[in-house]
């Protein structure tokens, strides 16, 4: 068991690559169960959540290859096998997205019930009531989906009760394959969910409606189709990650490899605080602020401000000069960081899913212990302005989404060792 151990007070300083979207590699790469074609997927994240899935393909017959730690070679033709297993399910919530894809194109499958960061409730009912809608029948038997269509999916008309990332990307693959037209309603616009879409047009699925909330997918019959290579789209909670490692020392960093268009709630509160934001193409560099202001936060689905991003921020409320408030809307699980940020001597006072930061405190280091993969990102924040040594146990969590983290974080001057246990 590895952690993580961090001087705290150095200043920041350089430029930082952000890898490919763990959020969008993961669909896209259960997307490739579509096709009848060998592909290639690059900038592909080198980390623990993409092994998974890649093994998993791999257990259902699949070949998967990386070519090099961020190209990985998918050939999905030989998949002889529609049992998504529980001992790689239970690793991974994203393991689900296999569901719809396995359904559509062979008819049945058995998906174990997912497993994944405890950070509240994440229900799958709102993927089987679309399937059901679109005329598979789903029973759960112990502790797997079993769904058939004999036949093949068929057009529907769905409207997702809520909005939901990993419904809609299952939903829109499913589809894709389905007989008929199919039209949803209230899917979730998220950078992650349009690569989907823009990847099944340019297989030669006829999509109206890329980008907004309203889908109209026009299925192959169960025709398999010829996609084209992959290039996964930036990180956009890794880049929001290291700006804020920037924003928390006050120093001057530069991320490139980014995509602002997707960060603008993001770079706005930054602003907000008092930091400059410089543009440049595929670059954003983040300036001192002369004096760090407090905010307030809600989170909610894009293109408002990311859950993604709660934990990271209120590690930055922390040096603000007065409280700020945050408050989560999407998990009810999502303030698990606060308890050990407490260790570390912050003032966080919680009233159900709002929390009151108030900032100016002094940090001092302690051993603390990541809950899940972005609380993970807000300790090593807080630990990086701390006064003395802190030490950031059950780091798996962090490689679980973010690659080469310790060594970026030393290319921008930060006091950071991976130690074992």
Same mark, same amino acid.
């Given at each position: ?190 950078? $992650? ?10 297989? #030669? ?5 890329? !980008?907004? @909330? +309203? %889908? ?123 308890? $050990? ?10 009233? #159900? ?5 108030? !900032?100016? @405190? +002094? %940090? ?58």
């Amino acid at each position: 068991m590895h952690y993580l151990q961090i001087q705290g007070g150095a200043k920041l300083s350089g430029e930082v690559a952000i890898s490919g979207a763990k959020n969008a590699a993961l669909p896209l790469i259960a997307l490739t169960l579509l096709a009848k074609n060998e592909l290639k997927l690059t900038n592909v994240p080198n980390v623990a959540d993409i092994k998974t899935l890649a093994q998993l393909l791999v257990n259902l017959g699949a070949s998967c290859e990386f070519e090099d730690p961020n190209t990985l070679k998918v050939n999905t033709s030989s998949v002889n096998s529609t049992m998504a297993n529980y001992d790689i399910v239970r690793k991974m919530r994203a393991s689900i997205l296999t569901l719809g894809p396995l359904l559509s194109r062979f008819g049945h499958c058995e998906v174990s019930l997912p497993g994944g960061c405890a950070i509240g409730q994440r229900p799958i009912d709102l993927h089987l009531s679309a399937l059901e809608k679109m005329g598979a029948n789903i029973e759960i038997k112990q502790g797997y989906i079993v769904a058939s269509a004999p036949n093949g999916l068929n057009e529907a008309r769905i409207v997702f009760d809520k909005i939901t990332v990993t419904g809609s990307e299952n939903i829109i693959m499913a589809a894709a394959l389905a007989h008929g037209t199919t039209r949803l309603l209230n899917v979730a616009k998220e950078p $992650e969910v349009v690569q989907v879409c823009e990847i099944l047009k340019a297989s #030669g699925i006829n999509i109206e409606g890329i !980008g907004t @909330s +309203e %889908l109209v997918i026009e299925g192959s019959g169960q025709r398999l189709l010829t996609i084209p290579d992959i290039k996964v789209i930036p990180d956009r909670i890794e880049a929001g990650t290291y700006l804020c490692a920037g924003a928390i020392t006050n120093s001057k960093i530069t991320v490139t490899k980014v995509n602002a268009k997707h960060m603008l709630a993001v770079i706005a509160k930054l602003e907000e605080m008092g930091f400059g934001i410089e543009i440049d193409d595929d670059k954003i560099t983040i300036s001192p602020a002369k004096e760090i202001k407090p905010c307030e936060i809600i989170t909610t689905e894009y293109p408002g401000f990311p859950t993604d991003m709660q934990a990271q921020f209120m590690a930055l409320a922390l040096v603000a000069n007065g409280v700020s408030v945050i408050d989560e809307r999407l998990f009810e699980n999502r303030f698990m960081h606060v308890s $050990e940020l407490a260790r570390m001597g912050a003032d966080i006072r919680l009233n #159900g899913h709002i929390a009151s930061v108030y !900032g100016g @405190s +002094e %940090l001092n280091s302690a051993d603390v212990m990541a809950t899940d993969l972005r609380a993970s990102s807000a300790l090593i924040l807080a630990a990086l302005v701390a006064k003395g040594e802190t030490r950031v146990h059950r780091i798996y969590h962090l490689d679980r989404g973010y690659e080469n983290l310790e060594l970026k974080f030393k290319q921008l001057g930060a006091n950071i060792t991976r130690l074992e246990e």
